[in-house]
C-alpha cells in the first residue's frame, strides 16, 4: 500500500514531539507535544496508539521518521528511519524558512545554533551547525530546576519578561547548570526578586550560548527561535532578540529597512516541531524507496519490548545493588534507620535555661535549643524559601512552641549563627557570635562522639571533610565551587522522575542492579543519567547508581583521598544529606571497602542530629560563650516577634566604591528592635550627610550586606573613606607581593638605548648605520603597540617593556589591556570559538577590549602578542623550559577568531604579531623578534640584539627586586612569628580578574602574599632552607627539583614544585595552591605537592577549578575556615615546625603560668 | 615572647618518592613486560618484535570505560583520558593476574610496564610514568617496574639495565609499528566493501599472527644481554678500536634492516599478506563517504572505549575510513629534530659567548653532521613505509610529506609551536579537503586535551576560508557518549550529501550511466580487485566516482 501518511517523532531528552503530514500536499494532520518525564518509550507508544485512534487510518498507509536523542533506539522497534536531529532542524528549516539564515534550537539537555552561508557565487547554501558536546548547561533543563528552586509556577515561567530587568541583572553561571544554582541559591539568600533572577538566567543562558556555540560566528538575520524553551519562554526569546540586536549594531550587520527586530529573530508557527518536520522532509527529499523502508510497523513490538524488559545483565555498566542479600538489607536498615528524634520534655511552670544555634544553609534553615549541659531540647527545620529572616522567625517560633506546648518559659542565654546568611542573620537577632560552618560542625560532633577522626559534612551544596586529631583540627577539605556529589543533586534527580526524597532511600533500595556512573562532574552524571535511560535502567536502579556515586564524589573528586585508612578509623557522617539511607548505605560500603586489608575495621556513625549538626556546634558555642561570661546580645523572644523589615537589592543598592560594583541587599528594620550594627568607624560628628539613594524610612535602621569588601558595608562616601584608609593601611602593612608584582610588571623602567656600538670594520659603516637608525627610532616615537595583559605577561612584561622602551618606542605608546573584570570578559568573549581554561579564554575578550577601547582612545599601529614557547628560568637540573601548550597557542586560537568571518585587524589598519618566542634561548630569541619585527619596526640587527639583551638585563632586574622584596617579607615573618602564604600558582593568577581576589582577601585578613617566584634564592637563604640536605644529596642542588619531580619540563610547574619545598622547610611559610580548570599541567603535579607539604605539616590550602565563575560565597567560607585554621592552630603549628619554636613557646607558657598563679 | 632563633629544618622528614626499582639484564629471562595502549594489530606485532629481541611479554588488552573508571579513581584528578584508560587498564590487569593466584609481591618480581613517553613537547603524556606510579602505589603495586623507552638516567641512576635500547631494538619496534599501521589501513579500505561480512578482520587477523610470527623468527639480531656487559668489555679492550667495531655494527645492523636480509624478509611475507587482502571480494560502488581520522595521538588511534569505539560506529553508519598511522607521528618527531638542529646550525654565529673561529667549524660540523644524520633517518623512515606499502599494492595511503604539511598548516597554527599534532591537525584537514581524499575529517581528541583544543580554535578560520569543507572536532573519553555519537552523525549526513552529490556530478562529467558501469565492471571483474579499485584517484573521494573515471578513461580500450 502506498504511504501517504507520514509520521515524524521528536524523541528528546525531556518530550516527545510528534506530527503527522499528508505525504503530497503537506498538510498537518495531527501533532502533540508532550512531556516524558523520562519514560520516552512509554510516551512515545502512547503517543502513537493515539495517532492510530484518533486519525484512524489504516496503519499501512503510515511511513515513520525518528529523530532526537532517544531516537535512535525506538527507531528499530516501530520500523522508522532514524535522522540526526541536527540535520533534521537544517532540512526543515530549508523548506519552511528558506529566507533563515541562523537557527537558535533549545531543547531540554541540548543546545544547538546552525548558521546558513550563502556562496556568493552559487548562490547556494551551506549549513553551519554546532551543539552543546556534554554539557546540558544553557538549556531548558537549567531553566526549568531553576524555575522550581525559585517556586515559579510554569504558567509564571512561561511568561516572565527580560526586558525590565535588563539593566539590573545579577550573576549567574551559567556555564554549568549546577554552579547556576549555586549562585541564585545565593541571590536568593540576598533578597533579590525572583523576576530579576529568572531575567539574570536568560540572560546568562543566552550569553552562554553565544559564547559557545557560534564558534566565531554571527548570526545573521532572519534568526529562528526554536524548540520547547523558546516556544513556551517570552523572556527567553525576549533575551535572544536583545542580545542578538546588540551584536549586530556592535558588528554593524546591515539589517532590511523597515524589518522590526521581532521579525527578525523569531519564534515561527510549530517552532517546537521542527526537528519532528525535518524528519519528514528528509524522507520527502530521498523518496520513494525512503519513505517505503520506513513503513510503521505498529506499536506491537514497542509495546512488548516495554513488557517484557531487558534484564540489566544485558546492559552495559551493570554493576550489583546497593545490597548484597535481603539479610544485609535488613540488618543495615536496622542498625542505621533514625530513631525519631522526641524533644525534651520540659517541666511545667519552669524557666529553662537555654542555648540557640542557628544554621542558615544554602537550602534550609536550621535551629537548635540546648540546655546548659549541651543536650538538645528542641530543633527545627525549614526549607529554604529564599528568606533567611523570615525562616529564623519561624524556626525560633516552633522552638518557643515547644516550650510553651510543656508549658515551660525558655530562657536564652547565648545565641550563635553559622551558615551562608549568619551575618544578616546576627546583626538582626543580636546574635553572640558567628561560626564558620565546619568549625560549628567540628563542635557538635565532637560533643557528641568519642574519638571522631573525621567529620565527613554533606549539605545541600557543599562538602566538607575535616580531620582531627587528638580532637583537634588537623586538616579539612571543601568542595570549591562544584556541588557534585551534594544531596541537591540528589533531591533533584528524585523530584525528576516525581518522587519524594524522603522515598528515595526506598527507591533505590528495591533496584537489584544499579548502572555505574562515572564520577565527577554533576552535567556529566546528567548526561550519564539520559545514556541510562535509553539503555532502559529503571528509575529505581538510576537512583541507586546515583546514590553509589555519592562517596565517590565525596572522597576521590572533592577530596581526592582514596586511602582513607589513613585518615582514622572514626568517621562521622552528617548534613542533611545523611537522612537519604540509600546515600548512607553506600558511603558506609565505600569506607568500609577502602579498610579492606587492613587490621582496623572503621567505626562509622551517622550523627543523630545530622540535618542540625551545624546549629548544634552554633548552640555549643554560644554555651562556651556564656560559661565564659560573656553576656548575650540576643534581641529577645518577645522583640524577635515583632521584626518587621524589607529587603531591597536593585541598581540603588549597587556598590560603587570598588571595581567590583557589588550588587549589595539593603535589609531595612524597624528601630523598636535594637539592632546590632557594628560600629562605625568614625565618630558621627565627623560624618557630613551623605543622601542614601534608597531613603530609609524613619524609625528604620538598615543593614547591608552581600558586599565583597568591607567598603560595601556603608552608604556614605566618608564613612567608605575612612574604612578604605583602614583597609589600605591593612593592606600596607601586610605585604602581598602576586599585587605588587602585578601592578609592576607593566610599569615602564628606565632603559638604554638600543645604540649600535660597532667595532672593527663594521665601524667603516657605522656612520650610515647610525644615521639609519636614528631616523628609524624617530619613525617608532609614533607608533602604538596594544599588549593584551594576559597568561605569561604577567612574568614576561617587563621583558617586553624594556625591549620595545629601548627600540625607542616611548612607554606611553605600549598599551595594555584592562585588568580582567567580569565586564571585560562578558563584552569581549563573544567571538570565542572553543572552550579551553578560563586564562586562555580570556584573551579573547582582552583582544576585544585593545581592538575597541584602546584602539579608540588612541589608534594603534600593532598589536603584539607573542606566543611563548620556552623561558629562562633559576631552575637547574631540568630537562626543558617550556611553556603551556594552551598558553603558547592562544595567540593563533585568538587570530583565528578575530579574522575568521573578517579580518577586523586589517579594517582596523592594524597589524597583528604573534611570534613564536624561546626566552631561554638567547640567540634564538633575536633572530624570532628581528623576524617578526624588522619591517614594523624598521629594526636593524644590532639595535634589535641589544634591545633583547636589555629587555633581559630588566627581566633579571625584576627577579631580583622581587626576590629581595620576599626575602623582607620572610624576614618579618621570622622576626613576629607569623604565618605567611607561598602562593602556587602560575603567573596568570597574579590576575585578580583570574584569582577572584582570593589572595587580597587574606592579605586583608593580615597574612602576607608571597609570590612564588619572589621566594628568596639567594646563597645565604638556600643554605639556611636546605642545610644538611645539600651534602646527603649533592646531585641535586638548592635550585633543583630533580630529588622530587624527575620530568621537570614545564617550568612553572617546575617553578611551582621548588616553591612547594621552600614551604616545606620554613615554619613561616604556609602554602596556598591557586589552579584553573582544566588545566593540563598543574594536574599532574598536585599529588607530588601535597605529599612536598604534607611531610612537614606544612598547612595547605588548595582554590582549585578556579574559572570565569567567581563564587564568592565558597571563597568567603573556605578563607574564613582557613584564618581560623591558621589562628586557633598556630602554636601548634609553629612548635611542630620548629623545635626552637617549641622550646621558648614552653617557656614563655610556663612564664605566662607562673605569673597567672 | 622573645623572638625565637630560626634554625631549620633539621629534624624534618622531607618527602621523597620512592626510588624506582631496577630492572635488571639479569632479571630478563624470569620478567614478562606488559605493554599495550595501541591498537591490537600494533601490539601483537611489537609482541613478535619484542620476543625476537629475547624479551617475555604481554599485551594489556585495549582499554575499556571499567579501566578509565578505575584510572581515575587512582592517578591525579584533571588528568587527561589517554592516563586514565592505560593506567586503569595496567593496575586491572594486574589485579586479575592477582586473582589468579598470584601475590602482590610475585607480580611485582615477575613483571614490569614497558611505555613510551612524549619527546615531542610541554604534553601531560610526558608525565604518564608518574600517574601510573601513583595508581600502581595507591593499587598496592608499589615498586611495580615502570620502564620507558626515553627514560633518561634520573637521580637513582638507569633504572632499566636489562631493557637493552639499542638501534636493534628501536628498528625491531619501528618495523612492528609499521607493519601495525599499514595491516589496519589495509582493513580500513576493504572493510567498508567487503560482500562478505567479516572477510576482512578473518584476513586482518591471519595476517597480523603471521607478520607477528615473521617478526619474531627474524633471527638476525645478536642477544647483547647485558648492557654492562658491553659497557664493562669496552672499559678493557682499546678505546679507539671499541668505538671502531661498535660503529660498523650500527652500520651493518641498519643496513640489515633497511636494506639487507631483514627488509627483504619482511617485505616477502607482506607481499604474501596482500595477496590475502586482494583475494577478498569487494563491491566498490557502494557509495561510503570517507572519513579522515585525525586528532590527538592515542585518541585518534585506538579502536576502544577511549574514542566511543567511534571507527567501528562509523564503520557502521555507513563511513569508510582514512585511519591515521603512527609513522606519522614517527616522521613528524625526527622532522622536528632536524628543525632544530637546522636552528642551531644557523644560530653559532649569534652566540653571545665568544667563540674561536675553530669553534665555530667544529660546532658547524656537529650540527652539519647531525643533520645529515637525521635526513638520512628520515629518507630511511619514509623509504621503508613506501616500500612495505609497495609489497601491499600500495592499498595503505603514502606519508604526507612533513615540509609539505607545514606549509599547509602554519600560516594557521605556527609549526614550531610544541606540544603535540598543533600545525599537523590542520594541515591534514586541509590536505585531504584540498586533495578531494575525504569528504570530511573527524578530529579526535581527550577532554582537556591542550594543543588539540587550541587546533579546533584555529580551524574556525580555516573552514571559513573553504566553506564547503566539513570538519568536526569530538572529545573523547568516559562521558557523553550519547552526546558525541551524535554529533558525528549529523556531520556524517553532511557527508554523505557531499559524496551523493560527487557521484551524481561524476557520472554526468564521465557521461556514465549507473548501469554502464555496472555493466563494464561485471565484464571486467579485474576492475573490482582491491588493489585495482581501492587504489585509484582521479579527483574525487569516494571509490565508486574514482572507479567510474577510470572507467571512462579505460572504456576505449576495454570496448576495442
Known amino acids: 500500500m502506498q504511504k501517504d501518511l507520514l509520521i515524524g517523532l521528536d524523541i528528546g531528552s525531556t518530550t516527545v514531539k510528534a506530527v503527522v503530514i499528508t505525504r503530497d500536499e503537506k498538510t498537518l494532520l495531527w501533532n502533540d507535544y508532550q512531556r516524558h518525564e523520562t519514560r520516552q518509550r512509554e510516551k ?1024 613561616n611559610l604556609v602554602a596556598i595552591e591557586l589552579s584553573s580548570f582544566k588545566c593540563g599541567h598543574d594536574a599532574p603535579a598536585y599529588t607530588v605537592i601535597e605529599r612536598i607539604l604534607a611531610a612537614t605539616k606544612t598547612p595547605f590550602f588548595t582554590f582549585r577549578d578556579l574559572d570565569e565563575n567567581s563564587p564568592d560565597a565558597s571563597i568567603k567560607l573556605r578563607i574564613e575556615t582557613i584564618d581560623y585554621f591558621l589562628k586557633r592552630e598556630k602554636n601548634t603549628l609553629l612548635c611542630t615546625r620548629n623545635p626552637d619554636f617549641s622550646e621558648i613557646f614552653s617557656t614563655q607558657k610556663k612564664h605566662n603560668n607562673h605569673l597567672q598563679q | 615572647m622573645p623572638v625565637p632563633k630560626i634554625s631549620l629544618p633539621k629534624q624534618l622528614n622531607h618527602w621523597k618518592p620512592v626510588s624506582p626499582a631496577t630492572f635488571t639484564s639479569a632479571q630478563r629471562p624470569h620478567t614478562t613486560l606488559l605493554f599495550g595502549g595501541l591498537t591490537p594489530a600494533h601490539e601483537k606485532l611489537i609482541q613478535g618484535g619484542l620476543s625476537a629481541l629475547g624479551y617475555h611479554s604481554a599485551i594489556i588488552p585495549t582499554p575499556t570505560q571499567y579501566d578509565f573508571q578505575t584510572g581515575k579513581e587512582l592517578c591525579n584528578y584533571g588528568l587527561c583520558n589517554p592516563g586514565y584508560f592505560t593506567g586503569g587498564a595496567l593496575v586491572n590487569y594486574l589485579l586479575d593476574l592477582e586473582n589468579t593466584g598470584l601475590s602482590k609481591a610475585e607480580i611485582i618480581q615477575r613483571y614490569a610496564y614497558l611505555t613510551a613517553t612524549s619527546p615531542c613537547g610541554p604534553c601531560r603524556f610526558g608525565l604518564y610514568q608518574n600517574e601510573l606510579q601513583l595508581a600502581l602505589e595507591y593499587s598496592g603495586y608499589k615498586g611495580f617496574r615502570v620502564l620507558t623507552i626515553e627514560q633518561k638516567p634520573s637521580l637513582w641512576g638507569d633504572t632499566r639495565l636489562g631493557l637493552n635500547v639499542n638501534s636493534e631494538f628501536s628498528l625491531t619496534l619501528l618495523y612492528a609499528l609499521l607493519i601495525g599501521d599499514l595491516l589496519n589501513q589495509m582493513a580500513y579500505t576493504i572493510r567498508p566493501y567487503e560482500t562478505e561480512p567479516g572477510e576482512t578482520n578473518r584476513v586482518l587477523m591471519k595476517s597480523v599472527d603471521y607478520m607477528s610470527s615473521t617478526l619474531a623468527t627474524i633471527n638476525a639480531f645478536s642477544h647483547d644481554t647485558s648492557a654492562h656487559d658491553t659497557a664493562a668489555k669496552r672499559k678493557t679492550t682499546n678505546k679507539a678500536s671499541s668505538k671502531y667495531f661498535s660503529r660498523v655494527k650500527l652500520l651493518s645492523q641498519w643496513f640489515n634492516f633497511f636494506a639487507g636480509q631483514n627488509r627483504k624478509h619482511i617485505l616477502t611475507a607482506l607481499h604474501q599478506v596482500g595477496h590475502w587482502f586482494n583475494d577478498i571480494e569487494i563491491d566498490p560502488l557502494r557509495l561510503k563517504p570517507v572519513v579522515k581520522i585525525t586528532g590527538e595521538f592515542w585518541a585518534q588511534t585506538t579502536e576502544g572505549d577511549g574514542n566511543f569505539k567511534l571507527f567501528e560506529f562509523l564503520e557502521s553508519e555507513g563511513a569508510a575510513i582514512h585511519n591515521e598511522p603512527v609513522a606519522t607521528w614517527l616522521d613528524y618527531l625526527i622532522h622536528m629534530e632536524r628543525l632544530k638542529n637546522k636552528d642551531q646550525t644557523q644560530l653559532i654565529d649569534k652566540d653571545e659567548i665568544r667563540i674561536t673561529p675553530m669553534d665555530k667549524i667544529k660546532a658547524w660540523m656537529r650540527y652539519k653532521k647531525k643533520q645529515i644524520a637525521l635526513e638520512l633517518i628520515q629518507y630511511q623512515h619514509a623509504s621503508l613505509y613506501n616500500a612495505m606499502r609497495r609489497a601491499l599494492y600500495n592499498l595503505p595511503s603514502p606519508l604526507i610529506n612533513q615540509q609539505q604539511l607545514e606549509s599547509l598548516g602554519h600560516g594557521y597554527y605556527h609549526s614550531r609551536a610544541r606540544g603535540g599534532e598543533g600545525h599537523m591537525e590542520v594541515a591534514k584537514n586541509l590536505y585531504y579537503h584540498l586533495n578531494h581524499l575525504a569528504h570530511m575529517t573527524l578530529s579526535l581528541k581527550p577532554f582537556g586535551c591542550m594543543p588539540s583544543t587550541q587546533s579546533d580554535g584555529v580551524q574556525i578560520a580555516v573552514q571559513a576560508t573553504y566553506k564547503n569543507m566539513i570538519f568536526i572536532p569530538i572529545e573523547t573519553g568516559g562521558e557523553a557518549k550519547t552526546s558525541a555519537l551524535s554529533r558525528v552523525q549529523m556531520a556524517l549526513s553532511d557527508a554523505k550529501v557531499k559524496a551523493n552529490n560527487e557521484w551524481r556530478t561524476t557520472l554526468q562529467e564521465c557521461g556514465l550511466s549507473i548501469e554502464t558501469v555496472q555493466r563494464v565492471i561485471q565484464q571486467h571483474p579485474q576492475l573490482i580487485r582491491p588493489a585495482t579499485c581501492l587504489t585509484l584517484h582521479h579527483g574525487a573521494a569516494s571509490v565508486a566516482a574514482n572507479l567510474a573515471y577510470h572507467i571512462k578513461q579505460i572504456l576505449p580500450s576495454l570496448t576495442r
Not at chain 1, 526549568?144 to 539590573?168: D, F, R, V
Not at chain 1, 572503621?602 to 554560644?622: K, N, Q, S, W, Y
Open chain 1, 44 to 1067: 512515545t507508544l502512547e503517543l502513537l496508539r493515539r495517532i492510530e485512534h484518533e486519525l484512524s487510518y489504516n496503519p499501512k498507509r503510515y511511513a515513520v521518521f525518528v529523530t532526537g536523542s532517544g531516537g535512535s533506539d525506538i527507531a528499530p522497534l516501530i520500523g522508522a528511519k532514524f535522522i540526526q536531529e541536527v540535520n533534521a532542524v537544517v532540512l526543515a528549516v530549508r523548506a519552511r524558512n528558506p529566507d533563515a539564515r541562523s537557527v537558535v534550537e533549545l531543547g531540554g539537555q541540548d543546545a544547538k545554533i546552525i548558521i546558513f552561508k550563502q556562496d556568493p557565487h552559487t548562490g547556494s547554501l551551506t549549513s553551519h551547525p554546532s551543539m552543546n558536546d556534554k554539557c546540558a548547561a544553557g538549556t531548558g533543563a537549567t531553566i526549568e530546576k531553576i524555575a522550581k528552586k525559585i517556586g515559579l509556577s510554569m504558567a509564571t515561567l512561561a511568561t516572565a519578561s527580560y526586558y525590565p530587568h535588563a539593566q539590573a541583572l545579577v550573576n549567574i553561571a551559567a556555564k554549568c547548570g549546577v554552579f547556576a544554582e549555586t549562585d541564585v541559591v545565593g541571590h536568593l539568600k540576598a533578597g533579590v526578586p525572583e523576576e530579576q533572577i529568572l531575567a539574570s538566567l536568560f540572560d546568562a543562558i543566552v550569553t552562554q550560548n553565544l559564547a559557545v556555540l557560534t564558534r566565531g560566528h554571527t548570526l545573521l538575520p532572519k534568526v529562528l527561535l526554536l524548540g520547547g524553551p523558546n516556544t513556551y519562554i517570552n523572556g527567553m526569546v525576549e533575551a535572544w532578540q536583545y542580545h542578538i540586536h546588540k551584536l549586530w549594531q556592535e558588528r554593524q550587520v546591515i539589517l532590511a529597512k523597515n524589518a522590526t527586530i521581532e521579525a527578525l529573530i523569531t519564534v515561527p508557527p510549530y517552532s517546537q516541531y521542527y526537528a519532528a518536520f525535518g524528519a519528514i522532509e528528509h524522507a520527502l527529499k530521498e523518496g520513494d524507496e525512503t519513505i517505503n523502508a520506513a513503513a510503521y510497523q505498529g506499536t506491537a513490538t514497542l509495546a512488548q519490548q516495554l513488557q517484557h524488559h531487558p534484564r540489566h545483565n544485558n546492559k552495559p555498566n551493570a554493576g550489583n545493588a546497593l545490597w548484597r542479600n535481603r539479610d544485609e538489607l535488613h540488618h543495615y536498615l536496622k542498625q542505621y534507620t533514625p530513631k525519631p528524634f522526641r524533644p525534651i520534655v520540659l517541666s511545667r511552670g519552669s524557666n529553662v535555661e537555654t542555648f540557640l544555634g542557628i544554621d542558615s544553609g544554602s537550602t534550609s534553615t536550621k535551629a537548635v535549643l540546648t540546655d546548659i549541659k549541651g543536650n538538645v531540647i528542641a530543633k527545627s527545620y525549614h526549607l529554604s524559601n529564599g528568606n533567611p529572616i523570615q525562616e529564623v522567625i519561624a524556626c525560633i517560633a516552633d522552638l518557643e512552641r515547644h516550650a510553651q506546648h510543656c508549658g515551660a518559659k525558655l530562657h536564652i542565654n547565648g545565641v550563635a549563627t553559622t551558615g551562608y546568611a549568619k551575618e544578616v542573620i546576627a546583626d538582626i537577632i543580636g546574635a553572640d557570635t558567628r561560626l564558620v560552618e565546619t568549625v560549628a560542625h567540628t563542635l557538635s560532633a565532637r560533643h557528641l562522639y568519642s574519638n571522631v577522626d573525621v567529620i565527613v559534612d554533606i549539605g545541600g551544596q557543599d562538602i566538607k571533610l575535616i580531620m582531627l586529631k587528638d580532637g583537634r583540627v588537623s586538616d579539612f577539605r571543601l568542595n570549591s565551587q562544584c556541588s557534585a556529589g551534594n544531596g541537591y543533586f540528589l533531591q533533584n534527580t528524585a523530584q525528576a522522575f516525581n518522587i519524594d526524597i524522603k522515598h528515595y532511600a526506598a527507591t533505590a533500595f528495591e533496584a537489584q542492579a544499579m548502572p555505574v556512573f562515572g564520577y565527577g562532574c554533576a552535567v556529566f552524571l546528567q548526561s550519564d543519567i539520559i545514556n541510562f535511560q535509553k539503555e532502559g535502567w529503571t528509575k529505581q536502579e538510576i537512583l541507586a547508581g546515583l546514590a553509589a556515586v555519592l562517596p565517590k564524589n565525596i572522597w576521590l573528586y572533592v577530596s581526592k583521598i582514596p586511602n582513607l585508612s589513613t585518615l582514622g578509623s572514626t568517621f562521622v557522617l552528617q548534613g542533611g544529606t545523611q537522612y537519604n539511607l540509600a546515600a548512607v548505605k553506600a558511603q558506609i560500603d565505600f569506607i568500609e571497602h577502602k579498610f579492606i586489608g587492613t587490621d582496623t575495621v572503621p567505626r562509622i556513625i551517622v550523627h543523630e542530629h545530622c540535618g542540625e549538626a551545624g546549629a548544634m556546634g552554633a548552640a555549643l558555642e554560644a554555651l562556651r560563650l556564656y560559661r565564659n561570661g560573656q553576656p548575650s546580645q540576643f534581641i529577645g523572644l518577645k522583640r524577635l516577634k515583632r521584626i518587621q523589615y524589607r529587603n531591597t537589592r536593585n541598581e540603588h543598592t549597587r556598590c560603587h566604591f570598588c571595581a567590583n560594583q557589588c550588587l549589595r541587599t539593603f535589609t531595612d528594620i524597624s528601630t523598636d528592635i535594637k539592632v546590632d550594627i557594628k560600629p562605625s568607624p568614625v565618630k558621627a560628628s565627623h560624618i557630613t550627610p551623605h543622601p542614601s539613594k534608597l531613603t530609609l524610612a524613619p524609625g528604620h535602621e538598615r543593614i547591608i550586606s552581600g558586599f565583597s569588601c568591607e567598603r560595601g558595608s556603608v552608604e556614605n562616601i566618608n564613612v567608605m573613606r575612612v574604612i578604605k584608609h583602614n583597609m589600605d593601611q591593612t593592606l600596607k602593612a601586610t605585604p602581598n607581593t602576586v599585587a605588587e608584582m602585578q601592578c609592576q610588571a607593566f610599569k615602564a623602567t628606565p632603559v638604554i638605548a638600543a645604540m649600535p656600538e660597532l667595532a672593527g670594520i663594521k665601524r667603516l659603516f657605522a656612520k650610515r648605520i647610525i644615521k639609519n637608525t636614528l631616523k628609524n627610532r624617530d619613525y617608532r616615537k609614533n607608533l602604538t603597540i596594544g599588549i593584551p595583559k594576559v597568561l605569561n605577561l604577567y612574568s614576561l612584561a617587563p621583558f617586553f617593556m624594556a625591549y620595545f622602551q629601548s627600540l625607542g618606542i616611548s612607554p606611553r605608546n605600549i598599551r595594555f589591556s584592562n585588568t580582567t573584570s567580569q565586564q571585560l570578559y562578558k563584552k569581549g568573549i563573544k567571538r570565542g570559538a572553543i572552550d579551553p581554561c578560563f586564562p586562555s579564554k580570556l584573551a579573547i575578550a582582552h583582544l576585544h577590549d585593545l581592538l575597541t577601547r584602546v584602539h579608540a582612545k588612541k589608534p594603534l599601529n600593532c598589536i603584539f602578542f607573542p606566543m611563548i614557547d620556552s623561558f629562562p628560568g633559576p631552575l637547574t637540573q631540568v630537562s626543558a623550559r617550556c611553556a603551556c601548550p594552551t598558553v603558547t597557542a592562544t595567540p593563533e586560537a585568538v587570530k583565528a577568531a578575530y579574522t575568521a568571518e573578517t579580518n577586523l585587524f586589517a579594517k582596523h589598519n592594524i597589524s597583528y604579531v604573534n611570534p613564536l618566542l624561546n626566552l631561554d634561548n638567547r640567540p634564538l630569541l633575536r633572530q624570532q623578534l628581528f623576524q617578526a619585527l624588522q619591517h614594523l619596526l624598521k629594526l636593524n640587527r644590532y639595535e634589535n640584539d641589544l634591545a633583547v639583551s636589555e629587555g633581559l638585563k630588566q627581566l633579571e632586574v625584576f627577579d631580583k627586586q622581587f626576590r629581595q622584596r620576599g626575602q623582607e617579607i620572610i624576614d618579618q615573618l621570622e622576626r613576629e612569628q607569623q604565618f605567611g602564604f607561598v602562593v602556587l600558582a602560575r603567573p596568570y593568577h597574579n590576575d585578580p580578574g583570574v584569582n577572584h581576589g582570593i589572595l587580597q582577601q587574606l592579605q586583608q585578613l593580615g597574612y602576607p602574599i608571597i609570590a612564588q617566584d619572589a621566594l628568596p634564592n639567594n646563597a645565604t637563604f638556600l643554605k639556611k632552607i636546605f642545610g644538611p640536605e645539600l651534602a646527603q644529596t649533592p646531585q641535586t642542588g638548592p635550585m633543583a627539583i630533580n630529588d622530587v619531580w624527575p620530568t621537570a619540563y614545564s617550568e612553572n610547574t617546575s617553578r611551582k614544585i621548588w616553591a612547594a619545598k621552600i614551604a616545606a622547610r620554613h615554619p
